[in-house]
């Protein structure tokens, strides 16, 4: 989970990993997009139509992002972030997205609060202001909010031109966006046809209202990425996710990245990882691919 706990334990790790990585990777978008794996300098642009949106839901108006290929319909994706929230890592993240084909539509989703950006260019959740600012707009968040965003965000979706409404969506998350991913699945299993989780928390509790007592009535399948620092926590949570995929028709690859921390997938983490990124990344292609289909 994206908690102080983690942080104490990452924190060995933070300051061993930084004293070798190029602080630029933590200074802002244009640094990002050197970064990122596939988005060299004017590739992420080319034949990609980007914009920043404004999404009318029943609790206000949520601020987004939303990027896909400049020509055509294609299956859309729902990026949930992690508890930073929307920022100019995860617009690269959607971005990336629409290169590979897909209409993908990244949120903010403490707009009830305020609009995003919540941090500033080489800022983390490691760092304290920034916690002071996330962590009661995260505590404002519950299942029900969750599940009216979900519902007007595919709604915004569905009424685009460039989302080709014949194809399932996709919802993909991270940190505290693994178990919306389930939420989003559920509540639109009408539309939701795979799920993917990355390093997220919380998605098996021992809770009347864990998420992952919602997979028998979900219609998605689903990558469950597992940093192993969260998997030393909670070891049984991976095995209680198998059983729960197996007993459906849903199919789920759930796996254990070796040497990664909670966090490494968003490319401007202090614990970013580019090799288990990268891998993540395919397996998420691959199960796009296959469900959206």
């Not at 916690?131 to 969750?146: D, G, M, W």
Request: proline fraction near 6%; charged fraction near 25%.
């Amino acid at each position: 989970m994206c908690d102080d706990i983690t942080e104490l334990e990452n924190q060995g790790f933070y300051e061993k990993r930084l004293t070798r990585r190029d602080f630029s990777l933590l200074a802002g978008g244009a640094a990002i997009s050197l970064a990122f794996a596939g988005c060299a300098p004017g590739e992420a642009s080319a034949g990609i139509t980007e914009s920043d949106v404004m999404i009318e839901t029943p609790d206000g108006v949520a601020d987004a992002y939303f990027a896909h290929p400049s020509t055509g319909a294609h299956a859309a994706i729902l990026i949930w972030p992690d508890i930073v929230s929307l920022r100019p890592a995860f617009k690269m993240i959607a971005k990336r997205l629409a290169g590979d084909g897909y209409a993908a539509l990244v949120v903010n989703p403490y707009y009830r609060d305020a609009r995003a950006p919540f941090v500033e260019p080489g800022q983390t959740f490691r760092d304290p202001a920034v916690r002071e600012v996330v962590v009661p707009y995260r505590r404002n968040l519950s299942q029900a909010t969750n599940r009216t965003d979900a519902r007007a965000f595919i709604d915004w979706l569905d009424a685009q031109d460039a989302v080709d409404k014949t194809k399932g969506i996709g919802t993909t998350g991270y940190c505290m966006g693994g178990p919306i991913t389930m939420l989003t699945a559920h509540e639109r299993s009408d539309r939701v046809r795979a799920g993917a989780s990355f390093h997220g928390g919380g998605l098996n509790t021992d809770k009347p209202d864990s998420p992952h007592l919602l997979i028998p009535e979900m219609n998605a399948d689903y990558l469950i990425a597992i940093a192993e620092n969260d998997d030393e926590r909670n070891p049984e949570s991976k095995t209680i996710l198998k059983e729960a995929f197996a007993a459906t028709d849903n199919s789920a690859e759930i796996e254990v990245y070796a040497g990664t921390q909670h966090g490494w997938c968003p490319p401007d983490s202090a614990v970013y990882d580019e090799a288990a990124a990268d891998k993540a990344w395919a397996r998420k292609l691959a199960l796009l691919k296959t469900a959206l289909a």
